[in-house]
């Protein structure tokens, strides 16, 4: 059996997951939980998300192998190209599921959180799509951050309201959302954007993101004649990461998730309940969340999807983690040596590859480019004062 | 607590339980106007991080409680100087539990003088492992039904209810709303055709009119948003006339 199977009935991987929701939420969960199985079973739900992820995401996302880069760090680095995803990252895999679920499921409009802005603008395009409305909840530091994104959304006709309370980032909009949710459960479906939440989420946004994997590991084999040694990826809520990770948790590949030095959940180790689930969380002596601090709002969440804490638990992914100013010189470098401007999370997993690469040499490193870097590159004008 | 709100009821009293955001400043004065003004219990908020079923109002009492220092062991510290005589149980939300350990927690609330625990986010199928060490410390963990609960669910949530079954009110957080929602009597009625514990309808009754139309149905009320905004505007003697002005509603 695949080490990436089905979680447990009550949405367990291990012992992480689960669905701790107000009462309110129960039956919603129970009732997407359902509609996911059923959809997810039937070949016509399967050939229009195929369709529309070929036709309209621009999947396959190709591989692109780094020859100048790779030379100079002494491996062989190929990059999967979520980037060039319509959208600018794989955030599209996923969302385009959900919304065609919803949709399947007779809603009328979907909630959604956003950190970086790149979920929301998925969002909001689905929306656009099929029609559907859309809200948009971000944190107010991040609206201020990433105020291109902002403008994204409401062009496609999103509304995106700012949250204040809290931190005012990622893990604010995720509560704000969930409350609005609470309110708005029999017209609403909550678009959740990463591998975590209440059960079936974390499983079913999986499932969504499992295409990356799939054509990752066809591709590896053409190109290599076998899978890549190493496959790196950043993890915030974890969804590129479990997306690439599918495709080789089976196989001899090293799996690497590389979180922000300011948010490392899995590094610390410490199991705690939010957004729904258990895993680890970044959480004080009393069990108060803490506020996790990246330079990259996409991976700005104290907590992580319960499937890594698990696959961390087990020794089958490690989780290291990098510093702003590591994540600051990989963005530069990917730009300068290959003519690609990264997201600041992928360039997460890059400013690993070039810190561990004394002991990565003449391996095969695969890194998933989750996305492109347009919407930082506002941000990284006043960083780099250029 | 069932104990004494069943009694209550069998002698035709109309049960009412204000919430306090525990740490607020001048909040242990807020519990003994309660009290004082006729409150059948208290529900004393353990302020967390990240309050999802709560509104604006309680947001707000509960980042304040933080800033300004407030934990769960200051909070049931302070708890046991209250010397009131009604039964306390807190509000919280899971994770506060999760990380103290569930026997060290009950043991923790029952060492404060606490009867009884609402945890929100704590749904019926994972409430096992705290329901089991609830009871064995004498806590009784009071749980929520919501509208959206098909009819099956209740007579499961209501056999493992203890203190009272929590009837959320509405689709929605807490928090003051200009009228009772229609799917407070509604759910109200469901549950009380399938337990005999008692039913209490919170989220969302806001004000003394509102709590008299909801035990038209339900034997009691809790209210939290509207008395929690009177403790910021006006400490604990707003507080006190406020629920005052609420029992004799439900008195008339």
């Not at chain 1, 692109?64 to 760090?73: H, P, R, S, W, Y």
């Not at chain 1, 995803?85 to 996923?94: A, P, R, Y």
């Not at chain 2, 709303?177 to 009380?192: E, F, G």
């Amino acid at each position: 059996m695949s080490l990436m199977a089905e979680p447990s009935a009550s949405g367990r991987f291990g012992e992480f997951g689960g669905r701790f929701v107000p009462e309110t939420l129960v039956p919603a969960c129970q009732e997407l939980e359902a509609a996911f199985v059923e959809a997810w079973a039937d070949p016509s739900f399967r050939a229009e998300l195929d369709d529309v992820l070929r036709t309209y995401a621009g999947r396959p996302s190709i591989l692109t192998e780094c020859t100048q880069l790779g030379a100079k760090l002494g491996l062989r680095l190929v990059l999967k190209r979520e980037d060039l995803n319509h959208t600018g990252s794989h955030k599209i895999n996923n969302v385009l599921g959900q919304a065609l679920l919803a949709k399947r499921m007779g809603k009328k409009r979907l909630v959604a959180e956003t950190g970086a802005g790149q979920h929301g603008v998925a969002s909001a395009t689905a929306a656009a799509l099929l029609g559907m409305e859309c809200k948009v909840y971000m944190g107010a530091v991040d609206v201020e951050r990433q105020a291109l994104n902002v403008f994204r959304m409401k062009l496609l006709g999103s509304e995106v309201e700012a949250v204040h309370s809290g931190s005012r980032t990622l893990k604010d909009a995720v509560n704000e959302a969930m409350r609005d949710w609470v309110a708005t459960v029999e017209t609403s479906h909550y678009c959740l954007g990463s591998v975590m939440g209440p059960h079936p989420y974390p499983w079913m946004v999986r499932e969504f993101h499992r295409v990356i994997g799939q054509e990752a590991r066809a591709q590896s084999i053409e190109m290599f004649g076998d899978v890549p040694d190493v496959v790196v990826a950043c993890v915030g809520g974890g969804s590129n990461a479990i997306g690439i990770f599918s495709g080789f948790v089976d196989d001899r590949s090293r799996l690497v998730g590389v979180e922000p030095a300011g948010g490392a959940a899995v590094s610390r180790a410490q199991p705690g309940v939010v957004h729904g689930m258990r895993s680890y969380l970044m959480q004080d002596e009393y069990g108060q969340v803490q506020e996790a601090h990246s330079i990259s709002a996409g991976l700005d969440y104290p907590g992580v999807g319960p499937e890594h804490s698990y696959l961390s638990s087990i020794g089958r992914a490690e989780y290291p983690n990098v510093t702003d100013a590591e994540v600051i010189k990989a963005f530069q470098l990917l730009a300068r040596t290959e003519g690609i401007i990264p997201a600041l999370e992928s360039a997460h997993a890059l400013a690993w590859i070039v810190r561990a690469a004394p002991e990565l040499q003449g391996q095969t490193v695969m890194m998933n480019l989750s996305g492109r870097g347009d919407k930082d590159v506002a941000q990284m004008m006043d960083v780099l004062a250029l | 607590m069932e104990t004494e709100f069943r009694a209550k009821r069998a002698a035709g009293h109309k049960l009412l339980v204000p919430y306090i955001t525990g740490g607020y400043p001048g909040w242990q004065n807020a519990v003994r106007a309660c009290a004082a003004a006729g409150a059948d219990a208290i529900e004393i908020g353990i302020p967390f991080s990240d309050p999802v079923m709560d509104g604006p109002v309680i947001q707000q009492a509960s980042q304040a409680a933080l800033e300004g220092g407030a934990t769960p062991v200051s909070i049931l510290h302070e708890a046991r100087s209250l010397d009131v005589s009604i039964p306390l149980a807190v509000m919280l939300y899971y994770n506060t539990v999760h990380h103290a350990g569930h026997e060290r927690f009950a043991a923790q609330l029952r060492d404060a003088g606490m009867v009884a625990a609402i945890v929100p986010d704590l749904p019926l199928e994972e409430s096992g492992p705290w329901c089991a060490a609830a009871d064995a410390a004498g806590i009784e963990t009071v749980m929520l039904a919501a509208p959206t609960a098909p009819d099956e669910r209740l007579p499961r949530i209501a056999a493992r209810a203890r203190g009272f079954v929590y009837s959320v009110g509405l689709l929605g957080v807490t928090g003051e709303r200009s009228a009772l929602a229609d799917t407070a009597a509604a759910l109200a009625k469901r549950l009380k055709a399938v337990t005999e514990v008692p039913v209490l309808i919170g989220v969302g009754v806001s004000n003394a009119a509102q709590a008299k139309e909801a035990v038209q149905v339900a034997d009691g009320v809790v209210m939290g948003a509207s008395v929690v905004r009177r403790l910021i505007e006006g400490g604990a003697d707003a507080v006190g006339e406020y629920v005052a002005d609420v029992r004799r509603a439900l008195d008339e």
